[in-house]
């Protein structure tokens, strides 16, 4: 490992002071070498370190900042989580257990208890993929922002089975399946102290529309906390994911259903996968077989076979179908 300077931040302003380049930035073959980046719980950023891929001259910690790690609720409002606040805390936190069904769960299948108590929401949302061949240093792949995707004929059992048709890596935060199924906002707080929102789907970036980037972060920007609105008194929802292990992984697969329902007819739905695409994926096809529709083990059928009707499976992943399938189907299931 090469040596680096550390600066600890008390202060947004103190933060963008310092730091030159986002980690994506840097790690791009042709991206500035010498960059001072942010640094939270260090988890993933400490890996593309080891692996070889990050380099930088300057971590900016910003762990310390005071209020980013702040939590609020109201019933009119919805859930404020500061971009600090970690993993372990959702984890634990009583209300989004009551309110957030989808999001506790999602949070707690998360990674280790270890990992939790390290891991930040702003890092986990801004956390690149897991793709052994992007984690590759002897490979300049499609998402690195150049060459091609190593994984459409090679080592592909844990890639993408949907939209893969440039890079078929899969973005890693489970989180954030539970979190764009409520619909939740991502806050962005830019060097001149602008604050723009933007909802999770316009926050990551498919490779096919920029490779070199897994959200729209820019240097000058920091993610200062996710807004997850209000749910209604009728609102149930259930997440499943299914990993390689049972103690910690990442998702092979994942969903969450959030859905508004009367008795046992669902009014309004969302479903998200995780580990199908290069980001997290929202099925409008399921959502349309089940919109409206009493809940059963044929509707719940439907929606999930709805939902593997446009994948591309690889060569090595076809058994990911058939697991969506299995646990698209069982969460639903789990509203009634
Ligand atoms: C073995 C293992 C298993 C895992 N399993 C899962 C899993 O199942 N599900 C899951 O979701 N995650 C999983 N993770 C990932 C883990 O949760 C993430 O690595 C972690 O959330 C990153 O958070 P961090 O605070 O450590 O981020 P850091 O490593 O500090 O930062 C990550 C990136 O985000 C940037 N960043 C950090 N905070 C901000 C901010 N506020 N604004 C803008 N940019 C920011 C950093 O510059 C860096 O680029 C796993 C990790 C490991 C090692």
Redesign the pocket.
């Known amino acids: 490992m090469n040596r680096f300077s550390w600066f600890d931040a008390t202060s947004i302003k103190e933060a963008f002071e310092q730091v030159t380049a ?3 930035e840097h790690i791009q073959p042709k991206g500035p070498k010498d960059a001072a ?12 370190v080891k692996e070889g891929l ?1 380099n930088p001259s300057r971590i900016v910690n ?2 310390n900042i005071p209020g ?1 790690d702040e939590k609020s609720f109201d019933k009119k409002s919805g859930l404020r989580l500061g ?2 606040v ?2 372990a805390e959702m984890a634990e936190d009583p209300v989004i257990r009551e309110n957030y069904l989808a999001l506790h769960l ?2 707690n ?4 208890p270890q ?2 108590n ?11 993929t ?1 793709c052994w061949y992007f984690r590759s240093l002897d490979h300049e792949c499609f998402r690195k922002g150049t060459g091609t995707c190593f994984a459409q004929d090679g080592e592909n059992e844990f890639h993408a089975i949907m939209r893969n048709e440039d890079c078929a890596s899969v973005h ?5 399946t539970a979190l764009m199924a409520f619909n939740a906002t991502v806050e ?1 707080t830019n060097s001149k102290g602008e604050q723009k929102t933007v909802t999770m789907e316009e926050f990551f970036i498919h490779p096919s529309d920029d490779s070199r980037y897994e959200c729209i ?1 820019k240097s000058d ?4 906390a996710v807004i997850v609105p209000p749910v209604s008194s009728g609102t149930k929802s259930a997440y499943i ?1 299914q ?1 390689a292990r049972e103690s ?4 092979i697969a ?1 969903v969450a259903v959030v859905a508004e329902m009367s008795g046992s007819t669902c009014k309004k739905v969302e479903i998200v996968l995780g580990a199908a695409a290069p980001i997290p994926f929202k099925s409008m096809e399921a959502i349309g077989q089940l919109k409206g529709k009493t809940i059963n083990d044929t509707t719940a059928g439907n929606a999930a076979r709805a939902a593997m009707e446009k994948a591309t499976p690889l060569t090595k992943n076809g058994y990911k179908v058939d697991v969506f399938n299995a646990i698209i189907k069982r969460a639903i299931l789990q509203l009634v």
């Open positions: 986002t980690v994506s980046v942010f640094k939270t719980g260090g988890v993933d950023l400490l890996d593309l990050a910003i762990r980013l971009a600090n970690t993993l999602a949070v299948h998360a990674a280790t990992l939790r390290m891991s930040t929401l702003g890092g986990n949302l801004a956390q690149r897991r890693a935060s489970s989180v954030a962005i972060l920007e920091l993610i200062t994911k990993g910690y992984d990442w998702a994942d």
